[in-house]
């Protein structure tokens, strides 16, 4: 067993890969690939707090830059970009799942590949290389890694959840009626089943690892089929 207050090779490889150069003080990087489970005092939270600002602050600055857009188109844009679902999927093309450290029960449960899970050690790993080089050199990695997602469609169609509202409002209907009707599953791969509803149209359920991510799942549906 490696030892905890030390980084493996492993580990210490894929950060420095990561950081784009070589770290000393090795304590932030091991808290931010440290999860709840393993019973430690200093995991991932209080740096994926700060990753999580850093990088919508970082993100916010491109577009404003980049776009002249109204904000509110801005703001669907930083959403998305700065979402749970689009840290995840940074995160599993850099190859985070092989560095998590997880208890024993998370790791059998399946949290290597829980899109929370990597999407909040995306952000914390965010957060220790601030607390390293600074805010310009993780503006810079922030960039580097979220390039596609600037470049692409991220937030520029309109989310299913705002369609739908308008789409109820626009056809003399009341609002879209949302309801959380199942959660399954341990805290850090929970499954979360949730209908929407329009009165006198129908409904659609679906679900998903996030109580938003299953009500847009849902939204999406109930537009396929009614809208």
């Given at each position: 067993?490696?030892?905890?207050?030390?980084?493996?090779?492993?580990?210490?490889?894929?950060?420095?890969?990561?950081?784009?150069?070589?770290?000393?003080?090795?304590?932030?990087?091991?808290?931010?690939?440290?999860?709840?489970?393993?019973?430690?005092?200093?995991?991932?939270?209080?740096?994926?707090?700060?990753?999580?600002?850093?990088?919508?602050?970082?993100?916010?600055?491109?577009?404003?830059?980049?776009?002249?857009?109204?904000?509110?188109?801005?703001?669907?844009?930083?959403?998305?970009?700065?979402?749970?679902?689009?840290?995840?999927?940074?995160?599993?093309?850099?190859?985070?799942?092989?560095?998590?450290?997880?208890?024993?029960?998370?790791?059998?449960?399946?949290?290597?590949?829980?899109?929370?899970?990597?999407?909040?050690?995306?952000?914390?790993?965010?957060?220790?290389?601030?607390?390293?080089?600074?805010?310009?050199?993780?503006?810079?990695?922030i960039l580097q890694l979220w390039q596609d997602g600037?470049?692409?469609?991220?937030?520029?169609?309109?989310?299913?959840?705002?369609?739908?509202?308008?789409?109820?409002?626009?056809?003399?209907?009341?609002?879209?009626?949302?309801?959380?009707?199942?959660?399954?599953?341990?805290?850090?791969?929970?499954?979360?089943?949730?209908?929407?509803?329009?009165?006198?149209?129908?409904?659609?359920?679906?679900?998903?690892?996030?109580?938003?991510?299953?009500?847009?799942?849902?939204?999406?549906?109930?537009?396929?089929?009614?809208?």
């Open positions: 067993m490696s030892d905890p207050a030390k980084l493996s090779d492993e580990e210490r490889s894929f950060i420095e890969r990561f950081a784009l150069g070589p770290i000393e003080d090795e304590t932030n990087w091991i808290a931010a690939i440290t999860h709840g489970s393993t019973g430690v005092r200093d995991d991932y939270q209080r740096l994926e707090f700060l990753g999580d600002r850093v990088l919508g602050l970082t993100i916010a600055e491109a577009l404003y830059i980049e776009s002249d857009d109204a904000e509110g188109r801005l703001a669907q844009r930083l959403n998305a970009l700065v979402s749970g679902k689009m840290c995840a999927q940074i995160a599993r093309d850099i190859g985070i799942r092989e560095v998590i450290r997880l208890g024993k029960q998370a790791r059998e449960d399946g949290g290597a590949d829980s899109e929370n899970i990597q999407g909040d050690v995306m952000e914390s790993l965010l957060g220790a290389h601030y607390l390293t080089f600074g805010f310009d050199q993780t503006r810079t990695l600037l470049d692409g469609s991220a937030g520029k169609a309109k989310h299913p959840k705002s369609a739908l509202q308008e789409w109820a409002a626009g056809n003399k209907r009341s609002a879209p009626d949302y309801d959380l009707v199942d959660r399954s599953g341990p805290d850090h791969a929970a499954q979360f089943t949730v209908r929407v509803s329009v009165h006198k149209v129908g409904e659609a359920t679906a679900s998903a690892s996030s109580k938003s991510e299953a009500e847009k799942l849902a939204a999406e549906k109930f537009m396929e089929q009614f809208g």
